[in-house]
């Protein structure tokens, strides 16, 4: 099996969250010729306040969301892990996932939510950052970590950076001037979380925080990140 390396892998814990936190990035690097994919972890069966929504139901909803959003960004593939919302856990059957996937595409860059955020913090976002962070070193790494996976071919593979979303300590920022209406209008495809009138309220939030993001650099708008880079 055969599978073309990607450069940019984005692990997010519900479908929405990537398009919050990275998709005008996202856009940027598939302008620059980089291959992107999605890794979503929960099936984000939660969340609603709609009483006579079946979570079955949402799920299905929200698969169809992030894919629709995922066509509009250029993402390459969408991977779907499908744990249920708000159940996820550290365990050795979902780190062992996230390392299989690194070892299959061979990311350069990883993006994740910062698992560091302090106090309220999504337990699903916590544990999908500290997991795949987890992943990337040492598991994906070392030679020995997974006999079995080895002897399918899938060798260790070594991450060079990763940037963590939604930080408290944003020291790297990501010039999404030119494709700010696209993360938007991705924003827009989850219709289950973020209503379905084109609401000019999102737009604005959304413009105001990435302009805080911005604030010193010489262009309008920005993602902000943790930034680490690996020298292996
Ligand atoms: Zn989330």
Redesign the pocket.
């Known amino acids: 099996m055969t599978i073309k390396p990607v450069h940019v892998m984005v692990v997010t ?2 479908p929405d ?1 990537a398009e919050f936190g990275v998709a005008g990035s996202v856009v940027r690097w598939i302008s620059e010729g980089k291959d992107v994919i999605y890794v979503v972890c929960t099936n984000g069966d939660k969340g609603t306040n709609d009483a006579d929504m079946k979570p079955e139901a949402l799920a299905r909803i929200r698969e169809q969301e992030q894919l629709a959003a995922a066509k509009l960004l250029g993402v390459r593939e969408v991977i779907f892990l499908r744990y249920p919302d708000q159940a996820l856990e550290d365990t050795p059957e979902f780190r062992k996932k996230i390392v299989r996937l690194i070892r299959m595409y061979k990311p350069e860059t990883m993006v994740t939510a910062d698992p560091y955020r302090r106090y309220i913090w ?1 337990r ?2 916590r544990i999908t950052g500290q997991v795949t962070l987890d992943a990337i070193f040492p598991y994906a790494r070392d030679l020995l970590s997974y006999p079995d996976l080895l002897n399918q071919g899938l060798h260790p593979h070594k991450v060079k950076e990763i940037l963590l979303w939604a930080s408290d300590d944003p020291d790297y920022r990501s010039d999404i001037t030119d494709t700010f209406d696209i993360k938007v209008a991705a924003l827009r495809c989850h219709k289950s979380q973020v209503g379905d009138s084109p609401s000019p309220d999102l737009e604005q939030r959304l413009r105001e925080r990435a302009k805080k993001m911005a604030e010193g650099e010489d262009y309008e708008l920005a993602e902000a990140f943790h930034r680490v880079e690996i020298w292996w």
Do not use: K, Q
């Open positions: 814990p519900h969250d999504h699903d976002h």
